[in-house]
């Protein structure tokens, strides 16, 4: 033990720190970090690059490739030219798995997931009819067409042995013509592209033409042996279908009318359109079939067999070869033709009776018109025929309906006796619909050549 000569002296040394001969904590810990071969953040130090770790810090955060240094360093990391060089290594990365190898359970994953579906909207169609107008003593007959709609705005509807003239812009109703017999029904009614002239079809075999401005009948053409039941308009020609099976082709600007006879049905005529382009009209009847005609064949170029009589007839007004069909109660079915090739492009059941169909000027939408048990028209998207509405209003069948001017609305008319008007298309726009309303100068001078 130390000898301390005075008591000064054993203070001083009882006042000094005492020194344990065990480290503390904080040196353990240091001691333990000094002998690791690198640091917490950097635990290999032997594979970090060090010539990427001088690189100023700006051009890491700017990224700028003009800097050749950094892109030729980290072309040399990062594209593998030396695989020991690395900018932070933790641990060795796990093996890649083999080329057969298959997760198991990837198949249940994928079963049971769902998969989301886009739904495609579709434009908003008013299912109420813009307008309603009483239709008294509408026959209720499939096989006549007495509704028609002038480029004028005019819309005709034949009630009985009246005509009547609905002003779409006015609202005023006038009366045309009548019959000198009751007995004598108007069956038929087709304006002329003009507007200002009706090809009138009646029950006495007699085919008419009237001046609806003037409201006079300046032309009347003999020929049929039976009531002439559908019309249509090419330019200049009328063609008329009749139950007695025959088609007759009528120049209205000559003395002698009768130019063309088409023969093919075996049953009443029901149906009659011309193509936009003026070289084919189709012809649906009561024996079940629709045939295609040119302008001087009298033998059909095709022939289409339905199950059901075949009233309803629309082309295509872009498509000028395709042709769409509706059929009677014993069919039900939608068909779409290719008039060139003969050649059935589609066919849907539309579920009941097909009168009537309306294409949009796009020729990418239609409106079909039908009977028991909805009496409903439906909207269709062509060509994927999905339905797009069903307007329904009227309590039995619809049998005839026209287009608007404007190509927007369709007036359905019913054996409930009404007339509906449903807004069914879009507008188009401003410049489609002047060069469509264009009428070259031979048509306009057609008014004044009929005699």
Same mark, same amino acid.
């Given at each position: ?26 040196e ?25 770790m001088?690189?100023d810090?700006?051009?890491l ?5 003009e ?20 900018i @932070? ?35 908003h ?10 239709? *008294? ?9 007495? @509704? ?15 005509i ?14 009548e ?34 401005s ?13 009531r002439?039941g ?7 020609? @009328? ?49 079940n079939?629709?045939?295609?005609w ?19 007839l ?51 939408? @239609?409106?079909s ?42 007036c ?5 006796e ?21 009428? *070259?100068?031979?048509k ?8």
């Open positions: 033990m130390a000898n301390y000569s005075d008591m000064s002296e054993l203070n001083e040394v009882l006042a000094m720190p005492i020194k344990s001969s065990l480290p503390t904590r904080w353990r810990k240091a001691r333990e970090r000094s002998k690791r071969d690198g640091d917490r953040f950097i635990p290999n130090r032997k594979a970090v690059n060090k010539d990427l001088r690189i810090r700006e051009d955060e700017n990224r700028n490739p800097n050749q240094k950094f892109s030729s360093m980290v072309a040399q990391t990062i594209l593998k030219s030396d695989s020991a060089s690395k @932070l290594s933790y641990r060795n990365k796990a093996p890649k798995p083999s080329d057969s190898h298959l997760n198991k359970l990837r198949v249940l994953y994928a079963a049971n997931r769902e998969t989301v579906r886009v739904r495609r909207q579709y434009r169609i008013n299912s109420t009819p813009e307008r309603v107008l009483d239709a *008294p003593d509408l026959e209720d007959d499939y096989y006549i067409n007495v @509704l028609s709609w002038s480029s004028q705005d005019i819309l005709a509807v034949a009630l009985g042995p009246v009547y003239l609905w002003d779409a812009k006015s609202g005023s109703i006038e009366t045309l013509c019959t000198e017999s009751d007995e004598d029904i108007v069956t038929a009614v087709n304006f002329m592209h003009d507007g200002n002239h009706l090809a009138v079809g009646t029950t006495n075999k007699d085919v008419q033409i009237w001046d609806i003037r409201k006079k009948k300046i032309r009347s053409m003999k020929g049929h042996a039976a002439v559908s019309l249509a308009w090419n330019n200049h020609v @009328l063609s008329s279908g009749s139950r007695d099976t025959m088609i007759f082709n009528h120049d209205v600007r000559v003395a002698n009318h009768h130019i063309h006879t088409y023969h093919g049905h075996t049953q009443e005529i029901c149906g009659l359109t011309w193509s936009s382009d003026g070289t084919q009209l189709a012809s649906g009847g009561n024996d079939f629709c045939h295609i040119n302008t001087s064949d009298s033998a059909p170029v095709h022939s289409f067999d339905h199950k059901a009589a075949v009233k309803a629309a082309w295509n007004p872009v498509q000028k070869s395709v042709l769409a069909t509706g059929a009677g109660t014993a069919d039900r079915h939608m068909r779409f033709f290719n008039t060139t090739s003969g050649k059935m492009i589609n066919s849907i059941d539309t579920e009941s009776q097909v009168c009537s169909i309306q294409w949009n000027r796009e020729g990418k939408e @239609l409106v018109a039908h009977g028991f048990s909805k009496n409903q028209l439906s909207v269709w998207s062509y060509p994927s025929m999905t339905r797009l509405a069903d307007l329904q209003g009227h309590s039995s069948r619809i049998l005839h309906t026209a287009l608007s001017p404007d190509q927007t609305m369709v359905s008319a019913a054996a409930d009404t007339l509906r008007f449903w807004k069914v298309f879009e507008a188009p726009s401003r410049k489609r619909s002047a060069e469509h309303h264009s009428v *070259p100068s031979s306009r001078s057609i008014m004044r050549s009929i005699r």
